[in-house]
């Protein structure tokens, strides 16, 4: 985990030094040390172009006193143009106590609030400790939303885990198998706790013969978006007593189409709908037949597309042919978006 620090009282050489690093070499954090300097936005900016994840730490300096002292002039242009932005922008806000803590509540331009004691101020922590809270937090942020940081061969394996998850069989992977690092392995099975697909991930592990790190994921802490519902199963939703698999189906298609509407279709529910179309036996031309009647068929479609990129199911599975338009992005955005701070 590369951590590139940026303070504000630097000197403007060692400033300058800062923002050629960022732009030369990829950090994985970018920490900001101070507010109301303009040259901070601008490593902001940079970093996140780049992929670097902000902290960012005002060091006091957003209490309402500091904000008042000449707050027409200086505080309110520089709070406009750039210093909630950082704030704002920032995957946690790093305050020194509670007071703190509560002027930035006050203020809400981030909920994520975490309070390190500075031990320069106070004795009732170590130097030693405060670093030790702040890889913690390091590591908290970088285990978070995952998938946004997964490299191509990354995703590459985690969906074939997916698939041979799902298939119990190694001979239906597509694709060469690559070697994992331990930074690879850990984005993954965190992932795969966060969206709900543990058992399904380790038993395409296992159906592989991959050994993975014994990562106690269950205990590893994690950031969620304010607006994070856990979203139940679709068949917790819908249950499982139907006449025939047919009207299961079609009632899943039903529940997809609710659960895309409201913001909340996961990929948790195509491992699930991919469950069905590969081990339930229905009547694929009555299933075509009831989907084109009931409006269900694009829909149909663009859940097979995203199907074949996230589970792998093939079409000698999908009763309709994929479709990849700007509907089907939304709900790629959609699925990919869920954990996104």
Excluded at 172 to 185: K, N, Q, R
Aim: aromatic letters at 8%.
């Amino acid at each position: 985990m590369r951590v590139l620090q940026y303070h504000t009282e630097d000197t403007k050489e060692q400033q300058l030094e800062t923002l050629q690093k960022l732009r030369e070499s990829h950090y994985d954090l970018l920490h900001i040390h101070g507010c109301w300097q303009q040259q901070a936005w601008t490593a902001a900016r940079q970093a996140l172009k780049t992929g670097t994840r902000l902290i960012f730490s005002p060091q006091g300096q957003l209490e309402p006193w500091i904000i008042n002292e000449n707050y027409w002039k200086e505080k309110l242009p520089k709070k406009l143009l750039y210093q909630r932005w950082i704030v704002s922008k920032a995957y946690a806000v790093v305050v020194q106590g509670k007071m703190e803590e509560e002027c930035l509540m006050r203020l809400g331009w981030n909920p994520r609030l975490v309070v390190i004691r500075n031990p320069q101020i106070t004795s009732s922590i170590t130097p030693q400790e405060a670093n030790r809270q702040h890889v913690v937090l390091y590591r908290k942020v970088m285990d978070s939303n995952t998938l946004e940081l997964m490299t191509d061969q990354t995703r590459h394996m985690l969906k074939q885990f997916i698939k041979a998850g799902i298939t119990g069989d190694d001979r239906w992977i597509d694709g060469d198998l690559i070697t994992l690092g331990s930074e690879e392995w850990r984005q993954i099975l965190c992932y795969a706790h966060q969206e709900h697909l543990t058992d399904i991930v380790r038993h395409g592990i296992s159906v592989l013969h991959f050994d993975s790190p014994d990562l106690d994921v269950e205990n590893i802490p994690f950031f969620l978006p304010e607006d994070y519902e856990d979203v139940p199963s679709i068949e917790g939703a819908i249950g499982s007593s139907f006449v025939s698999e047919n009207e299961r189906l079609m009632t899943t298609f039903r529940q997809l189409k609710k659960l895309f509407m409201h913001q909340r279709l996961t990929i948790a529910h195509l491992v699930e709908l991919d469950k069905e179309l590969r081990f339930h036996d229905f009547q694929e031309e009555r299933l075509y037949e009831d989907l084109e009647i009931r409006g269900l068929q694009k829909l149909a479609a663009r859940l097979m597309q995203l199907m074949a990129e996230k589970t792998g199911l093939t079409e000698g599975f999908m009763p309709v042919t994929p479709l990849d338009d700007r509907i089907t992005k939304r709900m790629r955005r959609q699925i990919e978006n869920r954990l996104k701070i």
